[in-house]
């Protein structure tokens, strides 16, 4: 398994092999297979992920004291979460006090562009982490301290993969897709969306110089959850975003 997320090879299959036999794969980041006894692997990820579901129950508890309302922002790398958030700042539309928590392996930039765009935010970087998990939220919202009855976006690190085993304690989770990823992303990452309860298509204004059809996407995350909400949107002429200030304020 991923030595820092718990993310399990227990369901690796290898297809389309010409003899037939189903191979040893390389799951561990590029290295060679970890003879780690099954269940033991099994164990190690089901106490990670359940002391990670106890401690969310915490931040959720905390948030619902208080009032506030958090949403687990995520995406491939670069899909738009903190230039949408930049936007939803700048817009003014949203009925709440805005504070964001970043999410990254490293760097401050991401904060200090949501600072620029006048909101108080904080920075985690995960190191070699992949994702963020409760305990770093709850260290998170105690240094950023939200107003009660506030909004806090939780941007989660860039990768479709393990964010979704990790519950931050939020209201709900934002995927966002942009048009340049291809439309085959909701099948090819199907936990993601699965997890999802609102899907964000990002840069539609892109739509004319790729290959992506909306319908598609949209049609196959509905598969992997039929409730799924999805908004085609782009932060960059703004089309669609009156759907998601709607959708927040809602909340
Ligand atoms: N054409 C176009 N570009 C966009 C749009 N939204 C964001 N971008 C660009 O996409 C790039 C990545 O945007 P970010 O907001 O940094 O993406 P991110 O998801 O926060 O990236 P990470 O935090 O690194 O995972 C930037 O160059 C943005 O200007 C859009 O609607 N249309
Ligand atoms: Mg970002």
Redesign the pocket.
């Known amino acids: 398994m991923c030595g820092t997320c718990g993310c399990g090879e227990s369901d690796v299959r290898v297809e389309g092999l010409a003899d037939g036999h189903r191979h040893g794969v390389s799951t561990e980041h590029g290295h060679p297979p970890v003879h780690e006894p099954r269940s033991r692997t099994v164990d190690i990820e089901t106490a990670l992920l359940a002391k990670n579901d106890h401690l969310a129950g915490h931040n959720r508890s905390w948030l619902a004291e208080r009032g506030i309302v958090a949403l687990n922002l995520m ?1 491939s ?7 949408l958030l930049e936007r939803t700042l700048k817009g003014a539309r949203v009925g709440r006090e805005i504070s964001v928590i970043e999410g ?1 392996q490293e760097t401050t930039f ?1 904060a200090q562009r949501i600072r620029d765009a006048g909101a108080r935010a904080i920075q985690i970087n995960t190191g070699s982490g992949c994702h963020l998990d409760a305990t770093m939220i709850e260290r998170g919202l105690r240094a950023l301290d939200p107003k009660p009855d506030s909004l806090v976006f939780l ?1 989660n690190v ?1 990768n479709l993969v393990c964010p979704a085993l990790f519950d931050l304690g939020e209201r709900a989770k934002v995927v966002i897709i942009s048009v340049t990823e291809g439309d085959d992303k909701p099948l090819k990452y199907p936990h993601m969306f699965a997890a999802a309860d609102l899907v964000v298509v ?2 539609t ?2 739509l004319p110089y790729v290959d992506f059809d909306v319908d598609r996407c949209a049609r196959d995350a509905r598969r992997l959850k039929p409730t799924l909400t999805v908004l085609p949107l ?3 002429d703004g089309s669609g975003l009156g759907a998601w200030y709607d959708w927040l304020n809602a909340l």
């Open positions: 995406s790398p670069g899909a738009g979460k903190t230039s990254d991401d941007e860039g990002n840069k204004d892109l782009s932060v960059r």
